[in-house]
Structures are given as structure tokens and as C-alpha cells.
């Protein structure tokens, strides 16, 4: 029962601080540090490479995940639509 009341109390507390949060970032009492590193022109492209590969992936893979089984094939993997009648 202790371990109850103990995860209890931290997870009040951990909302207590999220509401405190909240309410710094409304009355904007907030400090940040803003990243001020020049990138380069050939960083730039890279990075925006590598972010358009990984929604494509992404894409590609629900894309893939939501498809059907192909009822066509019969089990030797030979196309029926494919075969001359």
C-alpha cells in the first residue's frame, strides 16, 4: 500500500510542476536559450535530405502496412492476370 501512496505522490507532484510550467510559459515568465550555431549551406541540404528519406520511409511504410494481400497470385507466385486464356 506504501508503493501506492508513494507513486501517487509523485505523480502529484510531477503535475503540480507541469501546472506551474503552464502557468510561467502564460504570463510569459519564460527564459530560453536560442541556438545561434551558423550552419552551412551543404549542412542545410544534408539535414534536409535526411528528413525527406525519413518521411518517405515513413510514408512507404504505412503505405505497405495497410495493404491487402494479393489475391491474384496464385501459390507457385505467378501472376493470374498476367496469363494468356
Known amino acids: 500500500m506504501q508503493v501506492l501512496g ?3 505522490g509523485k505523480l502529484n ?7 506551474l ?4 510559459v502564460a504570463q ?5 536559450s536560442q541556438d545561434t550555431q ?3 549551406d551543404q549542412e542545410i541540404r544534408s539535414a534536409q ?13 504505412d503505405y505497405l ?5 494479393d489475391t491474384l497470385k496464385n501459390t507457385q507466385g505467378v501472376d493470374k492476370d498476367t496469363l494468356k486464356r
Request: cysteine-free; proline content about 2%; hydrophobic content about 30%.
Open 65 to 69: 502496412k495497410n495493404q491487402k494481400p
Open 49 to 61: 535530405i535526411e528528413n525527406d528519406n525519413r518521411v518517405d520511409r515513413a510514408s512507404r511504410y
Open 13 to 19: 507532484a510531477l503535475r503540480e510542476q507541469y501546472v
Open 38 to 40: 551558423m550552419l552551412t
Open 6 to 8: 508513494d507513486s501517487i
Open 28 to 32: 510569459g515568465h519564460v527564459q530560453f
Open 21 to 24: 510550467n503552464l502557468m510561467q
